[in-house]
Every structure is written in C-alpha cells, then in structure tokens.
C-alpha cells in the first residue's frame, strides 16, 4: 500500500484522541493551494478533514496532523491559529512522535 504509514497514523491518532464528534478523514481533490481543511458537519455531528490527494505521504501526515490540532482546538477561540491550536496541534504532534518511535524500531 503505497500511503501503509499515513494510515497507520491516522488510525492511531483517531484512537488516541477521541473528541467531542467522531472524525472522518478523507484524500480528496482540492485546489492547488490547499493542502487540507477541517470542518465540523453540525447535521451529520462528525468532523470531517479533507486532504489533498496529490499530496506525498510525508505531506499527507503533516497536513493530518496540523488538521487534527483544528479538530481540537474547535470552538475553544475564535483564532485560527492561536494559543488553543497550539496546544492541540502540539498534543497530536506528542502522539504522533510516539507512533514514529514505534514504526522505526520494527
């Protein structure tokens, strides 16, 4: 499986920090200039991150990442990328070093 890390730190990730609203990760088509995005779906009560399919695995992994660190912070402030989204971001950074540590020493 050509992206077989990338999904293993989604999956992980999803596990390790259950939120408020269940989380849908999509690779999608997007424009050039976005690399991913995160919204919460209010009829569907899910959050929904998409990334740019055209993206490489290592770009795909830290586009999650800094996604999920929306996904955590939401509703926490009003600022996109503020104090609240980094300490979210710095939590699924934590978890994600973990799951690195793990995969290098198979």
Not at 7 to 27: G, T, W
Not at 28 to 39: A, H, L, Q
Request: charged fraction near 30%; proline fraction near 2%; hydrophobic fraction near 35%.
């Amino acid at each position: 499986m050509r992206y077989k890390f990338y999904h293993e730190v989604v999956n992980h990730i999803k596990k390790s920090l259950p939120l408020n609203y269940p989380i849908s990760v999509r690779r999608v088509k997007t424009s050039e200039t976005i690399n991913g995005d995160c919204y919460l779906d209010e009829d569907k009560q899910k959050f929904l991150i998409r990334i740019n399919k055209k993206l490489s695995q290592s770009e795909a992994v830290f586009t999650f990442l800094h996604e999920m660190g929306h996904a955590i912070s939401w509703h926490k402030t009003d600022e996109d990328h503020g104090k609240t989204f980094g300490i979210g971001y710095a939590a699924v950074y934590r978890i994600y070093e973990k799951i690195l540590d793990e995969y290098n020493a198979r």
